[in-house]
């Protein structure tokens, strides 16, 4: 009998731990693309692109004779070499080859280089050709940054006690309702893409309490605008035993410090290639929409055309005010109308035209909607009705409500949208690794 | 204007933490539902749901004559006590309660106990009353572990150099083929639900190297059986540079190991309640398909129907061959017939009908298929022209190897199907929070 030994397992190659580790002096072995070639004469530059970095190589000597003619860039190779000390190179380093291996060679060049800072073509033809455009420096830290923002959501719930959960992308009913849902046929039943996992958590506050999921949401929405996506990652948890919705607002607070704090310990290179600046976040000012609404009306000598609701424009000069009053690129607006909100956020008792719910902006755009939910049976089925709602078309929902729950709340993040803003991007669809919208659905 | 401070933010209230700190001897304040009451005359055992165990309280004196008449098991309690040793109760433990404050109430009891260790209903009734049957502790224990594993799975990877991706689950063209993908109408535009991340993890490791995933993938089988599910969590890994494929075995291996480590140190309690056998698995035997076929026909005096499958009852005897000969819960058998692999596949030089890959068998139940993709741009287009496909529909798959692919592979772990076998389960359903079935949409 044959074995598959644990030991064998092989991390992956890291330039930070081989420093550390062997101070450079030993020989290594690494393996990767080569990402850029710089003919110098009688050697070469090769820069070759590790999981997550560049190194720059010395391709030299004989390897140089026996190598070069045949080296394209996008090559993978594993080489051996001796690193040193090279100021003019990325991290200071340089590894000089002394045995190489080609494993594979492509077909065809690039359509465009990707060894550049910036990728030549316009956003519509870079996405044509995202598998190859991620390659780039740019492109990969930015999902680099991505995955630490996940990451260090997910860690930062599990040390307040937050429990992982996954609910059902394929829905019977909708959390939202509207005509923004996609559907399909499911063995002969009309089954929905998940709109949010809104349900979900909601019955597990029941369960554990305090739940978190990080999944896939679907919205079809037919505007085509540079803030939307029709499927996007959302960054979901819930609450129980809240005392009111401020304590979700603290969550999200220390949850975002947290992930900032992460970004900025553990990724400085990707910070700094993408010239990001991380913004504080030990505390974020609060304001109620009416008072918003108010305050930039009165600031730019604007007409409030809908009391409802945000216009983008109207968050936009929202958080400039606030930046320039208090310093912060983040501010909650509050107890927004119940007109706009769904059936399940729970009213304001001091005026039921209010919702306890609240948004969180992010350099002028929205990145969070949140609120306290009404954890009572009879009181959700009576708004449910209020809102020309059939109760009965949400009964798996209700039985949560029926067999009791309790005072809870909960948010959601579109990551994306965390994403472009924290990049200063102006366009969504470059936070997205594969962005679907109206026109898009491949790669 | 008003602040939300970041320190505003309040873990949950940890058992464990709380006994670390004060010993034991200070009130504690909590919050939980109550999970089941016991009268005992002049006072009441009340066992408190908390977000990760259960507590038992004990209601006296006043609080008692003052609670006890309105009190029901489902309501939502904070309550103030001191914690003493009691050895009768759960962790030696009990809260004497000095004061409470009932936060709600249910509507209605519940249609059946889920404080008794079973569940009393049948699995579909059960199904259906899943919001609130997952409060019962059996069930939170699962999605516990569950949880833990995903969580493991990905801490594990992160520090063997893989970084984390999110593909789309909206696709144009289905990984798989075949009649089995959910189809929907995409803004006039026939899109897929995704099978697998197949091709996003091929094409990411020209990006990252090594890549992992985990999220839902659709499967549009017409059978109901007990190890199917229409929607499940894959967990997937692709990784570059291997020199074959034993390298996706070891890692496996050695992501396993740490996942079962991890549960065995971080859900002792989980683990107990389910009287889960964690497996050991410092190391796989490893066994060729058709060794495996000839041996069960040996073993058994069984005849082989199909040279070119495994059938499920086979699956089972070479699971129990393999832990009689070796002790082993799990077995990887390598080396499938290339005609019952898909086109990514690629063939054993020494053999072409046979691919680099693998399965892994735990339990008697496939878990993981796995194994090294072809990366040569030629030689994947030869591939898909021989099995009947045309390359003109797979122009973003192929633009990875067209412009330079590592020789890499990887698989997808089915975790429902890998959680049913560690509890012990004839039945795939349990293992899923809210399982989709051809039957159930709902909820």
Redesign the interface.
């Given at each position: 009998?044959?074995?598959?030994?644990?030991?064998?397992?092989?991390?992956?190659?890291?330039l930070k731990d081989y420093l550390i580790q062997s101070g450079g002096s030993d020989p290594v072995t690494l393996?990767?693309?080569i990402h850029r070639i710089r003919d110098m004469g009688h050697f070469s530059f090769l820069l070759v692109?590790?999981?997550?970095t560049i190194i720059q190589c010395v391709l030299e000597g004989q390897a140089y004779e026996k190598h070069r003619p045949h080296l394209?860039e996008?090559?993978?190779v594993?080489l051996t070499g001796v690193i040193s000390a090279e100021e003019r190179a990325p991290h200071g380093l340089e590894c000089h080859i002394q045995d190489m291996v080609v494993?594979?060679?492509?077909?065809?060049?690039?359509p465009f280089p990707v060894n550049r800072h910036k990728i030549g073509p316009a956003l519509e033809t870079e996405l044509g050709?995202?598998?190859?455009a991620?390659?780039n420096s740019d492109?990969?830290a930015r999902?680099?940054v991505?995955?630490g923002i996940?990451?260090q959501f997910?860690n930062f719930l599990?040390?307040?006690?937050?429990?992982?959960?996954?609910?059902?992308?394929?829905?019977?009913?909708s959390a939202e309702g509207g005509a923004n849902v996609?559907?399909?046929?499911?063995?002969g039943?009309k089954?929905y893409?998940a709109q949010s996992p809104q349900?979900?958590k909601q019955?597990?506050v029941?369960?554990?309490?305090?739940v978190f999921e990080v999944?896939?949401v679907?919205r079809?929405e037919?505007h085509q605008t540079a803030r939307h996506l029709?499927?996007y990652?959302s960054l979901d948890f819930e609450m129980?035993?809240i005392d009111d919705f401020?304590?979700l607002?603290?969550?999200e607070?220390?949850?975002l410090?947290s992930v900032f704090d992460y970004l900025r310990q553990s990724f400085a290179e990707e910070i700094q290639t993408l010239k990001v600046s991380l913004p504080s976040?030990?505390?974020?000012?609060?304001?109620r929409f009416v008072e918003a609404k108010e305050l930039v009306a009165r600031t730019y000598n604007r007409k409030i055309k809908d009391p409802h609701d945000l216009e983008p424009e109207e968050e936009r000069l929202i958080s400039d005010v606030i930046k320039r009053?208090?310093g912060s690129d983040f501010v909650?607006v509050t107890h927004y109308p119940a007109s706009k909100r769904p059936f399940y956020a729970m009213n304001d008792p001091e005026n039921p035209k209010l919702t306890l719910s609240f948004d969180l902006l992010f350099r002028g755009l929205e990145i969070t909607t949140g609120g306290q939910r009404i954890?009572?049976?009879?009181e959700q089925v009576a708004k449910m009705v209020d809102k020309g709602l059939a109760p009965e078309d949400f009964k798996?929902?209700l039985?949560?409500?029926?067999?009791?729950?309790?005072?809870h709340g909960g948010l959601g993040i579109g990551l994306e949208r965390l994403c472009m803003k924290l990049f200063g991007d102006s366009q969504i669809r470059l936070s997205s690794?594969?962005?679907?919208d109206?026109?898009r659905?491949?790669?």
């Open positions: 009998m044959e074995y598959i030994e644990r030991e064998k397992a092989r991390p992956a190659f890291c393996h990767g693309a692109r590790l999981p997550d394209h996008e090559c993978c594993r494993l594979s060679s492509p077909a065809a060049p690039l050709y995202r598998p190859i991620l390659r492109r990969r999902f680099r991505q995955a996940v990451q997910r599990q040390t307040q006690g937050f429990t992982e959960i996954r609910s059902p992308k394929l829905q019977s009913a996609f559907s399909l046929d499911y063995f039943k089954a893409l349900f979900y019955m597990m029941g369960v554990y309490e305090r999944g896939s679907f079809a037919r029709n499927e990652v129980g035993y401020t304590d607002c603290a969550m607070t220390a949850m410090a976040v030990d505390r974020i000012p609060s304001i009053q208090t909650f954890h009572d049976y009879d798996s929902y039985m949560a409500h029926r067999h009791g729950m309790p005072p690794m594969f962005p679907r109206m026109g659905l491949d790669p």
